[in-house]
């Protein structure tokens, strides 16, 4: 059994974790698709029109993007800042496939709101390990969420208990000043 099909089982948890491949050469994204179908991923949804990427992740919700950076229409630059304009995602990885490796490169697509960077052509082995790593991060980051949440909707409930019961205490004092 090679590495590759032993991760399986490691990938299990995240299978169901939605991913949005992004790239103009449909060869490209039908290798990501493969790749990833292979390992037991099921939401993945695809594009090769950047155009199309704000509108994807509207309707797709996606947990992780994967997105080539030199394309035409709209470049992955211009979708990364798109995509980080956006503040009502408080984590959302996105990995930047690219050709291009030099440093310059590299800084201004983290500059605009990269995670990672996976060079062109892809290893699969570090296309799996990276974005499994990035998708434990944003299941991480998702129960941070929903747990301050809960803990903001218990500190608001007790809140208002205590106010009631302040309320009602004024009351009775009140009474019994008054009598």
Known sequence: MNT??????????????????????????AL???MLGEQGYTQLKSTTDSRRVLELCDEFDPDLILLDLFMPHVDGFAVLESLRADQSEVYLPIIVLTADVNEETKRRALHRGATDFLNKPLDHIEVLLRIRNLLETRRIHQLLDNRRAALEDAVHARTAE?????AELEKSRARSTAE
């Not at 939605?18 to 050469?25: A, F, G």
């Not at 205590?162 to 302040?166: E, G, N, R, S, T």
């Open 162 to 166: 205590l106010q009631a019961v302040q």
């Open 32 to 34: 990501l698709e493969d």
């Open 4 to 29: 590759i099909t032993n991760w399986k089982s490691e990938l299990a948890p995240y299978a169901k974790m939605k991913i949005l491949i992004v790239d103009d050469e449909p060869a490209n994204v």
